[in-house]
């Protein structure tokens, strides 16, 4: 990544926190340090002011100092600054439909704790909640982390969300977390704040942040699990729309000969890419015998399915190429709406069926872009699989922590 800063700082004193936010994203933007004179030049601050703020930012442990090095030829020597991972921690969890899970990412939002716990729907909002606190508390504790190094803790969630209220309003599969306020509640709970993102949008931070596949500054994360969902990227933001809900496709089809909606349309994405959708096209074709019993047994019978494919099942065959060509036409519709350079994959759902699906993209994605020959899409699997979401919510609150913002001038 570039060294360029996207941010320039101010010298003014009433916003140090801000220009400290400037240095930390500067430094993470560069894969080998930067000096002070050169971070000083990268964000427009005084050399003083860079002086001040990275010997606060040492003592705190925030940053580290590199090996002296001497330029080549003439030049005083430089001393590197780089990011401490283990200067600041944050927690992200997921709550989808098909399962909990929980993640403990360090500053350079590498995963150094992970738990997954299955998720009673039948459960009241606040008996999860409750069991989530103490799980956080738990993988914290067994994680070895100091306590005062965890920022916060984020939270991934389907929409439709209130992020003003830090509300979850009426996620579709999770009919009795209606109106629930999750970061209130954790937050009395943890004793830390807490960050609610929907969860196709944490998954696309997650990526930014940390991942390998959505440098790019315009990108989008195709989210598949429970629900269908995209994650858009655009000029290097993640779009949230106005009620931060944007990215539910949920409703776009991709197949006029697919499954009546309950909307009136045919063959939309959350009906046909869901893993229902992918299992109820499996029994139809006798690819799979029956539907699963429980929702346990969804997840397992996506693998079974792939490996009836693998094995050459004409039926299996036949459900796994009707997958690729609908997600062809969800990625086509997407990069020609948000002229992204990359869509990468992620979710519960396509963990188990990625195997089988990503290799026969590329055929079926050869024609029907709006762009030239020179402007290639690329198409990939997330950096994280399933837990994409869980550990863009915590680089979330890293993000919020150490992130230049608008926010951070409040007075």
Known sequence: MSGTAAWRGSSVARVADFNLAVLIDTIRRSESGLSRVELASATGLTQQAVSGITRRALASGLLLEGERQQPNGRGKPRTPLHLNPAGAYAVGAHIDPQGLTYVIADLAGRVVARSARELDRDAEPDDVMAGMAVEIDRLVSSSGIPRDRVVGVGVASPGPVDLGRGMIVSPPHLPRWRDV??????????????????????AAVGERW??????????????????????????????????????????????????????????????????DGILADAVADGALPSAPATREAALPMLTTLVERYEAGSPAATATIERA??????????????????????????????????????????????????????????????????????????LDDAFMPSAGTFAL
């Open 210 to 275: 940390a991942g390998t596949t959505m440098h790019s500054a315009d990108s989008a994360f195709l989210y598949m699990s429970t629900g269908v969902g995209v994650g858009i990227v655009a000029g290097g933001s993640v779009l949230r729309g106005r009620t931060g809900n944007a990215g539910d496709v949920g409703h776009l089809s991709v197949d006029s000969a697919g499954f009546h909606c309950p909307c009136g349309l045919r063959g939309c994405l959350a009906g046909v890419l869901s893993t």
């Open 324 to 397: 690729a060509a609908r997600l062809a036409v969800a990625i086509r519709t997407i990069a020609n709406i948000t002229d992204a350079q990359v869509v990468a994959i992620g979710g519960m759902t396509w963990a188990r069926v990625s195997d089988a699906i990503m290799p026969l993209l590329d055929g079926l994605l050869a024609a029907g872009l709006a762009r030239g020959p020179d402007v290639p899409l690329r198409v990939t699997t997330s950096a994280f699989g399933e837990d994409a979401a869980a550990i863009g919510t915590a680089c979330l609150v």
């Open 181 to 202: 306020r999750v970061t209130t509640e954790l937050a009395r709970r943890t004793s830390l704040p807490v960050i609610l993102d929907k969860d196709v949008a944490a």
